[in-house]
């Protein structure tokens, strides 16, 4: 014989201690996988965010330059200015509005300061 041990049936197959060896090192796996992309989905969004934000304060300069009124410039009012507004004036982590500061053109993120 091979050394390996057949079942009553005569079928060979795997024991609870293999089968739970092979599932131990998934779960191993996974919580290293886990582990690693939390942080890197956060730096990922809060790149984009600051990225938004850099478009937002471009268009409110262009914005403010073609404007010849004195009205107040508002975060709407740079929306014919950006391509995608909707998405870009919010915070992609969360969906959160930007806040925009009409005298300095700056545009601010509550979660990413």
């Known amino acids: 014989m091979n050394g390996r041990r057949s079942a009553p049936g005569g079928d ?3 024991t609870a ?3 739970m060896t092979v ?3 998934i779960a191993i796996l996974l919580l290293v996988a ?3 992309y939390l942080p890197a989905s956060a730096r990922a969004a809060a ?3 600051d990225h938004n934000r850099s478009v937002l304060e471009r268009a409110a300069v262009v914005v403010a330059a073609s404007s010849s009124s004195g009205a107040t410039m508002t975060i709407d009012s740079l929306a014919s200015s950006v391509r995608d507004f909707e998405s870009t004036s919010r915070c992609p982590s969360d969906g959160t509005p930007y806040l925009f500061n009409p005298t300095t053109g700056s545009i601010t993120c509550p979660n990413h300061p």
Request: proline share 0%; hydrophobic share 75%.
């Open 12 to 14: 060979a197959g795997f």
């Open 17 to 19: 201690i293999e089968l």
């Open 23 to 25: 599932a131990l090192i």
């Open 34 to 36: 886990v582990a690693s």
């Open 47 to 49: 790149a984009a965010c």
